[in-house]
């Protein structure tokens, strides 16, 4: 017998799709939930002065946390 | 075949043609004189009646084919079992032997005669005496419908007890019929094709086997089978005797009730076969085109045949009140007459019953719906609180039913509810006496997966078994082109479709869980999963207030947009924590992507039992950074036990995601477990009406 393609399969389908495409997506685009760009560039040199205290956006980027 | 002979009728002069050397009665075309072939004049039988127009596939002459064996139709008999007549046609073969094709509401079947000798001869007489004098005593019988019957070395089951008559007969015939006698018959069947009718009208009892056909196995000429038309019957319109109502009989010849719609009085014909206080008890409802046979207690000689009851023409019969149905308001769920295509069968209701079963103090009611269809056949419509099932009649034979189960074929079904079944109400008209306050009882077996039931149903006279197959509202609306004007369903029907299908969802739960691993396997195939930093830094500091800051050597990112995993180990850490605050710093763009991670253990004894936190290792995961020349700034803190402890740091792009390929089955998961949940409380709906609510012990 020919099954049929009901709203309920359909739905059942789409979640199976969807899941194969959302590990399909997280491999291909290296997905994953840690880091944060930071809001702005910084310089060889201010990479190297950055230090404990200071406000640069190394900090800023990570909150009070480091400080 | 054989050349046509004449010979004249006794009766009237006229010339009658006889087709086959081998027939032993023709009957006169002009005046319906039977004639019994002699060596010379046919002797006079006396008149009989001309046969109720039924809607058939055959007449004289009719060619076919069974079993590889040609044939011609050359007569036929009609026969009443109190359920309406039907006609039996004698067909020739050509290797000279007659065969019997009976035709029994839309159903066929071909018998033959079979010798009793032996231990079935001793059997079938033994059936005979034990055939009681009022079939009403049937129940205290090991002859009542349902019993197993041993013929010799087949065992039967007992489907009709009953007595019939034979009412006319036209055509040749190879045996002289005993027309207007009454007969004495046990329908037998086994399996889902084998009949038979152990006759017992006679002092010896004979027996027919046959089995039921399709009509392509009887191979018909087309050019030889009756016009179209012929087999369609007219309605016929009457006056109810009791309001003076105009009432449509839509199947006159079978019509032995009519309920009017108007006053709802329940009407008899007056042309006595179906008068109350007949001698046959009221056949059931759905019967399976028993076998019907009475060919075999034909007597080959004897009185001459006279006319018989009750052979009116159906466009003449009347009615007579037989019953007032003074205290119900009967109401069909779908109009009488109303007409419609019903899975590729054109069919017509012509009745509604209201039938009901008692259980716990409460009456629990479902209406019937009689349909009939064009080939003459019968099913049935079962409504019940909005839930509509077809009922089409099957062989009894073929149903091994017990209290628990029922099998028909390879296919189980359990068994759902069953009692004392009584007839509330009906409207329309029927083609057996059924009165308000009929028992039967039944016992109904369901497949849920299937959609699909079975109902059996007996009296002691009569077996009758049907299979149901569920009906959306929507198709019943369709067929009979209702604009939907049908009750709502209430609750769950017992043979509804459950719309969820768990095991249908774990089986796409796994198949994806699969592909995951599939897609898994290439992407690790795919990923470099390369490490590009790998160093050993420190020590970290002894106190918490202090930082020590690490700028590491550049390294190359070459996939774009690939993921970044960050290991920071401390394998000497005992007793405290390390702290990682990075940046990974694109050295070309100053692009500044930070993380954070830690390495922390602890360890100690409490109350006699060691117990230790941590591994000293901690791990960030990175997403999506753009390829390029990379630095790491590593901002460390930490505290162990006032000591400054050594790390070291691991960065791996392009890792695969092992543990995602399972996470990402999960949601087919919850659709399954939920899917499990929502068929699991539909099921409890289901069987909450039934005989077997679940979380009830049995």
């Known amino acids: ?67 | 075949m054989s050349v046509a002979q004449h010979m004249r009728c006794t009766h009237c002069g006229a010339d009658v043609e006889v087709a086959s050397a081998l027939s032993l009665v023709v009957t006169c075309g002009h005046c319906n004189t039977l004639l019994l072939r002699t060596d010379v004049e046919p002797e006079d039988l006396g008149r009989v009646a001309l046969p109720v127009q039924l809607a058939t596939r055959f007449q004289r002459g009719t060619e076919g084919t069974y079993n590889g064996v040609p044939f011609t139709v050359r007569g036929r008999l009609q026969l009443d079992h109190g359920a309406g007549p039907w006609n039996e046609w004698a067909a020739e073969r050509a290797d000279g032997e007659w065969l019997w094709i009976a035709e029994a509401q839309g159903e066929l079947y071909v018998f033959g005669e079979a010798p009793l000798t032996g231990e079935a001869a001793d059997a079938a007489r033994g059936a005979a005496a034990r055939f009681p004098r009022d079939l009403e005593a049937l129940h205290e019988s090991d002859l009542r419908a349902g019993a197993q019957l041993r013929l010799g070395t087949q065992t039967w089951l007992v489907c009709e007890v009953g007595r019939g008559t034979v009412l006319t007969c036209d055509g040749e015939l190879p045996v002289r019929p005993p027309v207007g006698t009454q007969t004495r018959y046990v329908d037998l069947g086994r399996g889902e094709r084998s009949v038979a009718t152990l006759d017992l009208t006679r002092a010896e009892p004979e027996l027919l086997t046959g089995k039921r056909v399709t009509v392509d196995e009887l191979g018909l000429d087309p050019a030889t089978q009756p016009e179209a038309a012929a087999t369609r019957i007219e309605a016929i319109r009457v006056r109810c005797p009791e309001c003076d109502g105009e009432l449509v009989i839509h199947d006159p010849a079978h019509a032995l009730r009519v309920a009017c719609e108007h006053c709802h009085a329940i009407l008899a014909p007056e042309d006595g076969r179906g008068a109350a206080g007949a001698e046959t008890p009221p056949p059931r409802r759905r019967k399976g085109g028993g076998v019907q046979g009475l060919m075999a207690g034909a007597p080959k000689a004897g009185p001459a045949a006279g006319a018989p009851k009750g052979s009116a023409a159906a466009g003449q019969r009347l009615f007579a009140l037989l019953e007032a149905q003074a205290k119900v308001q009967p109401r069909s769920p779908i109009a009488l007459g109303t007409q419609g295509t019903l899975r590729g069968e054109s069919v017509t209701v012509i009745g509604a019953m209201q039938r009901r079963v008692r259980a716990g103090g409460t009456w629990y009611p479902w209406r019937e719906l009689l349909l009939r269809r064009d080939d003459g056949g019968y099913w049935w419509l079962v409504e019940s609180a909005g839930h509509w099932a077809l009922a089409r009649p099957i062989a009894p034979a073929a149903i091994e039913a017990t209290a628990a189960e029922a099998r028909l074929g390879q296919v189980t079904f359990r068994h759902f509810t069953g009692g004392k079944a009584e007839v509330h109400w009906v409207l329309g008209e029927f083609y057996w006496r059924v009165g308000s306050g009929d028992m039967s009882t039944v016992a109904d077996y369901v497949d849920p997966k299937r959609a699909r039931g079975v109902s059996v149903e007996r009296t002691p006279t009569e077996l009758a078994c049907t299979s149901l197959e569920h009906l959306a509202g929507s198709e019943v609306s369709a067929a009979f082109d209702l604009n939907g004007a049908l009750p709502e369903p209430v609750g769950v029907g017992m043979l509804q479709p459950n719309p969820s299908r768990p095991r249908e969802a774990w089986n796409v739960a796994l198949a994806t869980l699969c592909a995951l691993i599939m897609l898994r396997v290439v992407f690790g195939a795919m990923h470099a999963n390369e490490v590009v930093y790998d160093q050993d830094l420190g020590p970290a500091p002894a106190t918490t207030d202090a930082e020590t800051i690490d700028l590491t050597e550049p390294f190359e990112l070459r996939q774009a947009r690939a993921n970044v995993r960050i290991e920071l180990t401390s394998p000497g850490i005992a007793q405290g924590w390390l702290g990682l605050t990075g940046a990974l710093v694109d050295e070309r763009t100053g692009v500044v992507t930070t993380f954070a991670t830690e390495a922390q253990r602890y360890s100690g004894v409490s109350g006699g039992e060691s117990w230790s936190e941590g591994r000293g290792k901690g791990t960030t995961l990175v997403g999506s950074v753009p390829s390029g020349l990379y630095r790491m700034r590593l901002a460390v803190q930490g505290y162990d036990s006032g000591l400054g402890r050594n790390y070291h740091v691991r960065v791996t792009s392009q890792v695969p995601r092992t543990l995602w390929a399972f996470l990402m089955s999960l949601p087919v998961a919850l659709f399954a477990l939920v899917a499990t949940i929502r068929w699991a409380r539909f099921e409890a709906l289901r069987w909450r009406d039934s005989d077997h609510p679940w979380g009830e012990s049995e």
């Open chain 1, 1 to 67: 017998m020919k099954p049929k393609l009901d709203p309920w399969r359909i739905a059942l389908f789409i979640v199976a799709f969807a899941c194969l495409a959302g590990y399909a997506y997280i491999e291909a685009r290296g997905v994953a939930f840690g880091g944060r760009v930071a809001p702005e560039r910084v310089t060889a040199e201010q990479l190297r002065s950055s230090r404990s205290g200071s406000s640069t956006f190394i900090y800023w980027a990570h909150g009070s946390r480091g400080k």
